[in-house]
């Protein structure tokens, strides 16, 4: 089989962060981030978030799924039911409250619908947000900075960093596809349709996050899954060749995955699901633990073929 991964060429097209890209991100953190302030001076009002506790009870009895403490809630945004978050306003801390609302006759739950019920809350904080100013105080509270200036340096930094790392990510791409295509290797239908299946698989778990399925978002993309499959054709047959590369790679270099390099392998899964390897551990059954041993193998792969080749940098 002619292959050749040694000595290939390709360009790293090194992008440089700007002054525009930094103020850019700024101005995300602002709008991601506002201030919170304590009212200690004045009782509620529409648009203060107010955080408390409640307790729901129809004819005296209180109710499943009516009960919550330290709860955050904006008055006047109707995230509850019509009449609640009026009856908050003009109350200050610690003072108990009793509303009484009467749930919506289509509300979601059978058993409260149509009913009067009686919440009796507890308001325990009053806050207001506002924007930020660019200032000194804006780095310390949120940019975990001493200066305005120093955050901007640190962001640039990491900006930088994060550009640089999808870089060669898209570098390594590049230079494999490139390997790949120097092979006498056609994948066969079956291959072909096996990492199509897993493509449509892939995106129906991505849309499951949102509440959503395939035939739901064919029908917003005005297409179907049978157009999404042959859409999806071209990439999975590339990915194909390419997955048979590595694993050619990792044949001919006699490549390994040790037992210190899959434990951080495991470990950086572990970080990615907020989680510690103790709780992932359960997890760990021999089908996962080949796709970490694919996953080291392929990584290796990847970086030997980069260390081999010819890269310009502009």
């Known amino acids: 089989m002619s292959f050749t991964y040694r000595g290939l060429k390709a360009k790293n097209e090194r992008y440089l962060i700007t002054d525009k890209d930094i103020d850019h991100q700024i101005q995300r953190l602002l709008q991601q981030n506002p201030r919170i302030a304590l009212v200690t001076d004045r009782p509620t009002a529409l648009g203060d978030e107010v955080v408390l506790d409640y307790a729901g009870f129809c004819d005296g009895v209180q109710f499943p799924g009516g009960t919550a403490e330290n709860q955050t809630l904006v008055l006047g945004s109707g995230q509850f039911i019509p009449g609640f978050e009026e009856q908050l306003v003009d109350k200050v801390c610690e003072e108990k409250v009793i509303v009484k609302v009467t749930f919506p006759e289509q509300y979601h739950s059978a058993d409260l619908a149509g009913k009067a019920a009686e919440f009796h809350c507890t308001i325990h904080q009053i806050r207001v947000k506002t924007a930020y100013e660019l200032d000194d105080v804006f780095a310390q509270e949120v940019g975990g900075c001493a200066t305005l200036e120093e955050m901007r340096v640190k962001l640039g930094e990491s900006l930088q960093a994060y550009t640089d790392e999808r870089g060669e990510m898209e570098l390594q791409d590049k230079l494999i596809r490139q390997a790949a295509a120097t092979m006498d290797f056609n994948?066969?239908?079956?291959?072909?349709?096996?990492?199509?299946?897993?493509?449509?698989?892939?995106?129906?778990?991505?849309?499951?996050?949102?509440?959503?399925?395939?035939?739901?978002?064919?029908?917003?993309?005005?297409?179907?899954?049978?157009?999404?499959?042959?859409?999806?054709?071209?990439?999975?047959?590339?990915?194909?060749?390419?997955?048979?590369?590595?694993?050619?790679?990792?044949?001919?270099?006699?490549?390994?995955?040790?037992?210190?390099?899959m434990g951080q392998a495991l470990a950086m899964v572990a970080r990615q699901n907020r989680m510690t390897v103790e709780q992932l551990k359960p997890y760990v059954d021999a089908q996962f633990q080949a796709a970490v041993e694919r996953s080291v193998l392929t990584a290796k792969a990847l970086k030997l073929v980069r260390d081999c080749a010819e890269i310009v940098t502009e």
Do not use: W
């Open 187 to 261: 994948p066969s239908e079956e291959q072909i349709q096996a990492e199509i299946n897993e493509q449509i698989h892939n995106l129906s778990a991505q849309l499951a996050q949102q509440g959503l399925t395939v035939e739901m978002y064919c029908q917003f993309m005005n297409t179907t899954e049978e157009k999404l499959r042959e859409d999806a054709r071209a990439n999975a047959e590339a990915s194909v060749r390419i997955n048979a590369a590595i694993e050619l790679i990792v044949e001919l270099e006699g490549l390994t995955a040790d037992e210190e390099e």
